[in-house]
C-alpha cells in the first residue's frame, strides 16, 4: 500500500547533527514533491521544507534555513533531512508527507520519528 | 508569512452536533487551503484542500467553505470517530503555514 516511513531520530546534544530518513512504497516517488513537517510534543503543526520533482526546487521556513537540507534519491525512493547545529527548539515529531499537486497540501504522512535535541 | 488564526481552539460538542471550525488568514489565500484531522499518537490525515475538495475516502459529512481570507470547516453530523484536533493549513506562500488546532472534545 501507499506509505512513507520515517527514521534516523534520537537524542542529540545542542550544536549536534542528524539525518532523517523516509522511504517511500506502493507510489511512484519521482511523481511527487515530497515535505518535511515536524510538531513539538503537545503543540502544533510546523511545515519547514519541501523538495520538487528531479529536486528541481527546495524550500525552507526561516526557523530550519541555513541548518538543515532536504534532498531526495529517487532511484531508492526515499527522502532525507539534514540537520546540522540544532536547537532545544528543534525537539519535535517530524513526519514526511507526498505533496499533491506541486507539494500544496499533504494527501499520504509518515508515522513520524522523534528528534530530542538537548544536553 | 500568512498567519493563520484558527477558532475556536477547543470545542465541546455531543454525537449528532453540527459543528464549524474557522481559519482567518492574514491575505487573501484564493482557496488555497487544507484541513487535516489528527488522533492523538498518529500522523495528521488529509480531510480536504482547494477549501472545498473532499479527499477521497472522507465522509461526506466533512466539508469546507469560504473565500478570500475566511474559511471554515464543517462536520454535519459529528460521529464518535471525529473527537480529534483539526488543523487548517494555507498553501497559497512559502512557509506553508498551520491554524493552531481546535480540539474537538465530548461534552
Known amino acids: 500500500q501507499v506509505q512513507l516511513v520515517e527514521s534516523g531520530g534520537g537524542l542529540v546534544r545542542p550544536g549536534g547533527s542528524l539525518r532523517l530518513s523516509c522511504a517511500a512504497s506502493?507510489?511512484?516517488?519521482?511523481?511527487?514533491?515530497i515535505g518535511w513537517i515536524r510538531q513539538p510534543p503537545g503543540k502544533g503543526l510546523e511545515w519547514i521544507s519541501y523538495?520538487?520533482?528531479?529536486?528541481?526546487?527546495?524550500n525552507y521556513a526561516d526557523s530550519v534555513r541555513g541548518r538543515f537540507t532536504i534532498s531526495r534519491d529517487d532511484a531508492q525512493n526515499s527522502l532525507f533531512l539534514q540537520m546540522n547545529s540544532l536547537r532545544v527548539e528543534d525537539t519535535a515529531i517530524y513526519f514526511c508527507?507526498?505533496?499533491?499537486?506541486?507539494?500544496?497540501?499533504?494527501?499520504?504522512w509518515g508515522q513520524g520519528t522523534m528528534v530530542t535535541v538537548s544536553s | 508569512d500568512i498567519q493563520m488564526t484558527q477558532s475556536p481552539s477547543s470545542l465541546p460538542a455531543s454525537v449528532g452536533d453540527r459543528v464549524t471550525i474557522t481559519c482567518r488568514a492574514s491575505?487573501?489565500?484564493?482557496?488555497?487551503v487544507a484541513w487535516y484531522q489528527q488522533k492523538p499518537g498518529k500522523a495528521p490525515k488529509l480531510l480536504l484542500y482547494?477549501?472545498?475538495r473532499l479527499e477521497s475516502g472522507v465522509p461526506s459529512r466533512f466539508s469546507g467553505s469560504g473565500s478570500g481570507t475566511d474559511y471554515t470547516l464543517t462536520i454535519s453530523s459529528l460521529q464518535p470517530e471525529d473527537f480529534a484536533t483539526y488543523y487548517c493549513?494555507?498553501?497559497?506562500?512559502?512557509?506553508?503555514?498551520f491554524g493552531q488546532g481546535t480540539k474537538l472534545e465530548i461534552k
Open positions: 508527507a507526498r505533496g499533491i499537486y506541486n507539494g500544496d497540501a499533504f494527501d499520504i
Open positions: 482547494a477549501a472545498s
Open positions: 493549513q494555507q498553501y497559497a506562500g512559502t512557509p506553508y503555514t
Open positions: 491575505q487573501d489565500i484564493r482557496n488555497s
Open positions: 523538495i520538487s520533482r528531479s529536486s528541481t526546487f527546495t
Open positions: 506502493g507510489f511512484t516517488f519521482s511523481d511527487y514533491y
